[in-house]
């Protein structure tokens, strides 16, 4: 009997440090997703510049319509890649949701910055 109990005990230990393991890999998954997501939206205001600066060109004869069209795509296709990045967050906040035993819609204040360690600079190598 004696054994059966410490056999829980350690069962139980275990399902503790794997649900805060869990925990940790979610949230740390929601800071990255939510950094993602600005480096798309920053993308998206470089590329709708560069709209701004290609249709600027073709108005006065330095740029065709189809670099504008292919600025215009590119443009389209970040805008699709942030919307994409908006759902990975969303599904981020439902994961760290539930493990919290929250309600699924419950907005999260992330104390915590992700640390983006040191480029490499292999041109120095």
Do not use: C, H, K
Not at 17 to 31: G, N
Not at 65 to 87: H, I, K, P, T, Y
Not at 95 to 116: F, P, Q
């Amino acid at each position: 009997l004696g054994a059966l109990v410490e056999r829980a005990d350690v069962q139980a230990w275990l399902m503790i440090e794997q649900t805060v393991a869990a925990l940790l890999q979610a949230y740390d998954a929601v800071l990255v997703q939510r950094q993602l997501l600005e480096v798309w939206e920053e993308a998206v205001s470089a590329s709708e510049a560069r709209l701004a600066w290609t249709n600027d060109r073709r108005d006065f004869g330095a740029a065709t319509e189809f670099d504008a069209l292919q600025v215009e795509n590119a443009l389209l296709a970040d805008r699709l890649s942030r919307a994409q990045q908006g759902a990975a967050l969303a599904a981020a906040l439902r994961t760290l949701n539930r493990l919290m035993g929250a309600d699924l819609a419950t907005e999260w204040t992330l104390i915590s910055n992700l640390v983006v360690p040191e480029a490499i600079d292999f041109m120095a190598l």
